[in-house]
């Protein structure tokens, strides 16, 4: 599974922005897809992720309320919403495929996931 990024970019904090995740290649194996982030000097954190089947969604503390990932099954794409930026939030995003079932413990596990996209920043300024 081949994954590309895009719609990252520079935003005033309070602003939006979507990223869209382009999968390709053998998808009929996905079963969830994630997006996690990583700062600078930091760890890389689990954002959101969605059951690519059944449509069941996840989110970090940090972005409920905030965020909201989907898919698009027909397109083989999956987005995420970022409203009410914040300076915390700047980061490189990156898109996710878990190719096997998995667990709500897992789901969250940026090691459980199988394929990965090149990353996209985000940086929200104050």
């Known amino acids: 599974v081949q994954l590309v990024e895009s719609g990252g970019g520079l935003v005033q904090a309070g602003g939006a922005l979507r990223l869209s995740c382009a999968a390709s290649g053998r998808t009929s194996g996905m079963y969830a897809m994630g997006w996690f982030r990583q700062a600078p000097g930091k760890e890389r954190e689990f954002v959101a992720a969605?059951?690519?089947?059944?449509?069941?969604?996840y989110y970090s503390d940090s972005v409920k309320g905030r965020f909201t990932i989907s898919r698009d099954n027909a397109k083989i794409k999956g987005y995420l919403q970022m409203n009410s930026l914040k300076p915390q939030d700047t980061a490189v995003y990156y898109c996710a495929v878990r190719t096997g079932l998995f667990t709500i413990a897992t789901i969250t596990v940026n090691t459980e996931y199988n394929y990965w996209g090149q990353g996209t920043q985000v940086t929200v300024s104050s």
């Open positions: 969605i059951n690519w089947r059944g449509g069941t969604t």
